[in-house]
């Protein structure tokens, strides 16, 4: 059965137009409901939300399918991704729901699930959700004295602040460090401020007045200029950038120099590995990662297990080979210590705490490794497979030759738009680039 519905991360598309609904929504609660309903105790699931516009909607849709299906809905507004995988666990909940589309803009919007243990949900389970959608529910939903109720929570951000705080040890605080937070507009524009400012940091914070478009729009992750501009302006020791859900990261040291996602768990892995905390004997990551962290983490005596594109293989390759840090390069980082999923506050509590250590600026302490040159390219088409072309892999394979063993090469298509991705990295700058222009031109052709 091939998917209808979900992709690599949930449902996601443009808000009141194909898959992203009301009555998809109301779909996905009906069947989800159906699905995780296990006995005769009453089911319950929690929603959150980013700031978009069209969360409004989603959110009552969902409420509307769950309730249908006989689970309680407990609603907790805004609130970071990381957070409902937490609170699902916390509140004994059967699923999780959180609506947002992570960093793309406010007319997107999207659906991720989690299980009760708080983990994204597996393809098998996603499938069974899909096939449900296509059936006639109507003999298996709750009969009128058993539909479900639906709360809306107060406190539920005060939880996920004091766990976010506890990530760090009680003797520690932030005192000293001039922090900017950039908020996107997004998810975490309450609670990111208020964890800093509790910590004892001096605070600026960016981004932090949604009005549901200007979510991603010119600032977060996706667009650090703003967050440099106001480190210089206030003399920052550091910021930290969020996108729209707050399960990335990406961070401008004191010098205004963006600092990726490989540096932060190169940083993270080092000092774990130094107390004694770091398990698996490395770091996850994906295809994606800089060959100069591999490098790095080789010189201490640790590896590098590399998946496909997208934190939910990096998170199952974790749990299945006891790994606690893995990520992405653009800035998703899993510390399995504190949460099940991406957690872009933690993870940057926990660059700030290696900083406070170190009694060093920031651009020193992530510096950890010299990046491999690394140039990525995109090659859209409009029809057809162009990587089954025999042109095509002769040029694959010829460029492979060339580079050698010093170097990588990635070629994939993507999983949300008819684009090829070309990514070449190596020692020599002028070789990476011709490879990828040379193998660009021969992809162009054939699509």
């Not at 205004?256 to 996602?261: A, F, L, V």
């Not at 590995?273 to 996850?284: H, N």
């Not at 749990?319 to 949460?339: K, M, P």
């Not at 892999?393 to 684009?419: C, F, M, N, Q």
């Amino acid at each position: 059965m091939s998917r209808r519905y979900f992709g690599t991360d949930g449902i996601r598309g443009r808000a009141n137009r194909g898959k992203m609904t009301a009555e998809v929504a109301m779909k996905v609660g009906m069947a989800a409901g159906v699905a995780f309903k296990n006995g005769r105790h009453k089911h319950c699931v929690v929603i959150g939300k980013d700031t978009r516009l069209s969360g409004y909607m989603l959110e009552n849709a969902l409420v509307a399918g769950f309730c249908a299906a006989g689970v309680d809905v407990f609603l907790l507004g805004p609130i970071p991704t990381p957070a409902v995988a937490m609170l699902v666990r916390s509140m004994r909940a059967d699923i999780g729901v959180m609506l947002s589309a992570s960093h793309n803009p406010y007319f997107d919007n999207g659906i991720k699930l989690f299980g009760p243990d708080g983990y994204k949900l597996s393809d098998e389970i996603e499938m069974k959700i899909e096939g449900l959608m296509e059936e006639d529910l109507s003999r298996r939903l709750a009969d009128s004295d058993a539909i479900g109720k639906a709360k809306r929570l107060d406190g539920v951000q005060d939880r996920y602040i004091e766990h976010a705080k506890r990530s760090l040890p009680r003797s520690m605080n932030l005192s000293g460090l001039r922090v900017v937070v950039d908020c996107a507009n997004g998810a975490a524009y309450r609670v990111a401020p208020d964890v800093l400012w509790e910590l004892g940091a001096d605070v600026v914070a960016l981004g932090v007045s949604p009005d549901g478009r200007n979510i991603n729009d010119e600032c977060g992750s996706t667009s650090p200029g703003a967050l440099a501009r106001k480190v210089h302006e206030v003399r920052a020791d550091i910021g930290i950038a969020l996108d729209g859900d707050a399960d990335r990261i990406v961070i401008v040291d004191e010098k205004g120099r963006e600092i990726d996602g490989d540096q932060i768990m190169a940083l993270i892995a080092e000092s774990w590995q130094k107390a004694g905390r770091l398990m698996g004997g490395g770091v996850v990551a994906t295809v994606m990662s800089n060959l100069g962290f591999e490098r790095h983490l080789g010189a201490l005596g640790l590896s590098l297990a590399r998946t496909k594109v997208g934190d939910r293989y990096v998170v199952e390759h974790m749990r299945a080979n006891g790994f606690n840090i893995g990520g992405e390069q653009s800035g998703h980082v899993v510390l399995t210590d504190y949460g099940t999923t991406g957690d872009g506050l933690i993870t940057g509590l926990q660059v700030l705490a290696c900083i406070k250590n170190a009694q060093k600026p920031a651009s020193e302490v992530l510096d950890c490794f010299e990046p491999v040159p690394q140039l990525l390219r995109n090659v859209r088409y409009t029809s057809g497979a162009p990587l089954e072309e025999d042109e095509v892999k002769t040029a694959i394979e010829s460029a492979r030759g060339r580079l050698g063993e010093g170097g990588r090469l990635v070629i994939r298509p993507s999983g949300t738009e008819p684009l090829i991705r070309v990514m070449a990295e190596g020692d020599d700058t002028h070789l990476v680039t011709m490879v990828v222009d040379e193998l660009i031109d021969v992809i162009d052709r054939a699509a």
